[in-house]
């Protein structure tokens, strides 16, 4: 028996709670830190992701965070103005960073577990102007040659986006503030802290749909995920 022959009933008791609530995805906040705005050229210095849960309620608050410096690869571009915005030095002696493709494979196997954990069918990418990361993401995965990315190629969730609509803010800093959360300039432009905001900043909006998501799609249950 394949998915679409099962009845809806059997297959939210296979799903997690929050498979059935994104589809059969897995939203996982990144965060990038890099040396200019040029995926395919330019150095990836920092990679960030932080793990989303579900708990009974169907609220959702952010997990573990996993993060890791990263060596600039062979050739890559670094953008003085870009690196003055991070502070980031990429050849400081006590930098512990990681070549590219080993921060990669290891993010991916933590995004691989948690997948599999939650019973999800792959993780999507949640990030502050998304795109951006997603591109760097992919242009790391190509250069490496990685063939099990767990996430979508293309499809994310903004919540830069998402900040507009709910917040009516759309820079990171001050739609954390709208939503109720501290931002500290001085902590910013760090992989960790931005994932870990965005992180908050996108799990406080989806709890404020909580009740129009309730009252509208509970009844509705993935049975593919095209997007």
């Not at 960030?48 to 708990?55: E, G, K, T, Y």
């Not at 915005?85 to 990429?90: A, L, N, S, Y």
């Amino acid at each position: 028996m394949n998915q679409l022959d099962k009845h809806p009933k059997e297959l939210e008791q296979e799903l997690s709670c929050i498979a059935q609530r994104f589809r059969g995805f897995l939203p996982v906040v990144i965060d990038v830190e890099t040396g200019g705005f040029i995926a395919a050229t330019d150095a990836l210095l920092e990679i960030a992701a932080v793990l989303i849960r579900l708990d009974k309620d169907g609220r959702v608050s952010p997990g573990e965070t996993i993060r890791y410096h990263v060596k600039p690869f062979p050739g890559a571009r670094l953008d003085p103005a870009s690196l003055e915005v991070t502070g980031i030095d990429p050849f400081h002696p006590l930098r512990p960073a990681l070549d590219e493709s080993d921060a990669i494979r290891r993010v991916f196997k933590e995004v691989r577990r948690e997948v599999k954990t939650q019973k999800c069918s792959r993780a999507i990418l949640v990030g502050h102007n998304a795109f951006f990361d997603l591109q760097f993401l992919n242009a790391a995965v190509e250069r490496a040659n990685i063939k099990r990315n767990p996430f979508h190629p293309f499809s994310s969730f903004d919540t830069a986006t998402l900040g507009g609509v709910a917040v009516g803010q759309t820079v990171l800093g001050r739609a954390v503030v709208a939503a109720g959360f501290d931002w500290d300039d001085n902590q910013a432009h760090s992989s960790a802290y931005d994932a870990e905001r965005t992180a908050l900043l996108f799990c406080e909006i989806v709890n404020r749909f909580k009740t129009i998501y309730e009252g509208r799609y509970t009844s509705t249950t993935p049975s593919d995920h095209r997007t």
